[in-house]
């Protein structure tokens, strides 16, 4: 079976799932609850036209699909610099980051915008540019992949897969829409 996925011309690729036994299954989340996930964004954005709820609600359904312990999402200005940069947490996650991480996420964030290719950390972030009309618009940043339940192993970071980052690429590709509109409107408020 083909996994290429068109989306207007560009294809999307989607690797192939293998069936995975229920205790590995049981480490992440379900299928179901991707497709839930991405139906809730679509649905919530398809109205949507305030720029920060659109932010947090991409950077929120991001973590939600690749069970990451927190998330950001950067938003360019002029000349392609940090314009704003909207930050979440999972939900059971107790504290925020620290600055010092704020800091390291926010200059990759940078990074991503001045050069927009996609940035993987050692298997424990992933960071994708977000374009819109031929410029970088702004980037997708997830980071802590957790384990079954939530519970982040100590000493012993669980990487993100391929699986992952397309789930991601697909997101962005769902939402563009809505950032479109607040692209499109921006200039209107």
């Not at 989607?14 to 991707?34: F, G, N």
Request: aromatic share 2%; with cysteine; charged share 30%.
């Amino acid at each position: 079976m083909d996994n290429d996925v068109r989306l207007g011309e560009r294809p999307v690729d989607l690797p192939s799932h293998p069936v995975v036994a229920v205790s590995e299954r049981e480490e992440t989340v379900s299928e179901q609850e991707r497709v839930q996930a991405l139906l809730h964004a679509v649905i919530a954005l398809s109205i949507e036209r305030d720029p920060d709820v659109v932010a947090r609600t991409i950077v929120a359904t991001a973590i939600r699909l690749v069970d990451a312990r927190f998330g950001a999402l950067a938003v360019a200005g002029a000349s392609r610099r940090l314009r704003r940069m909207v930050t979440a947490s999972a939900e059971d996650v107790p504290t925020e980051p620290s600055a010092r991480d704020r800091k390291r996420v926010r200059a990759t964030l940078i990074h991503l915008i001045e050069d927009r290719q996609p940035r993987t950390g050692p298997g424990c972030s992933v960071a994708l540019p977000i374009d819109i009309d031929g410029r970088t618009w702004g980037g997708l940043y997830v980071e802590g992949k957790r384990r079954a339940g939530g519970a982040h192993g100590e000493g012993s970071a669980v990487a993100f897969d391929d699986f992952d980052e397309s789930t991601l690429r697909l997101l962005l590709a769902i939402v563009r829409p809505a950032i479109e509109n607040t692209v499109r409107l921006a200039p209107a408020r």
